[in-house]
């Protein structure tokens, strides 16, 4: 099954469940994010080097960048072409792996042949600047 298709139903879920709407709609700018990264695939074929991928791509994003007028038109392959663009935190970063981590965890759970989780053990280092 895609990627897209199993984060519709889990945003569908959160949507559903007690948490505020805030932390749904960061929920689903989680998603969007990874899937504009690396695009749709099944499941099954996320892995750690995709993640690394998403990583490598999210390091170079500027924070907020859909709420930035000069980024938000952009697609995120338009903006790792600009100069000057100032990065997102390792924070944020790891906020994002966070609650992505969360919904692989969601499909473990749920499928067989999601086995394991690729963003555990994802986190970014804090480096001494951050």
Known sequence: MLVSKLMKDFLREKEA????KSTVLFHQVCCEDFLEC???MPA???NKAVVRKYLEK??????????NPRYA???IEQI???KSVEPQSITNINKKVR?????????IYRFDEVGSNPFDGMNREQSPSD
């Open 17 to 20: 469940s007690n948490i505020t």
């Open 38 to 40: 690396v695009g749709d």
């Open 44 to 46: 099954t074929e996320v």
């Open 58 to 67: 999210q390091k170079k994003l500027p924070s907020q960048r859909k709420k």
């Open 73 to 75: 038109k952009k697609t």
């Open 80 to 82: 790792l072409k600009m």
């Open 99 to 107: 609650y992505l981590k969360q919904f692989f965890r969601c499909l």
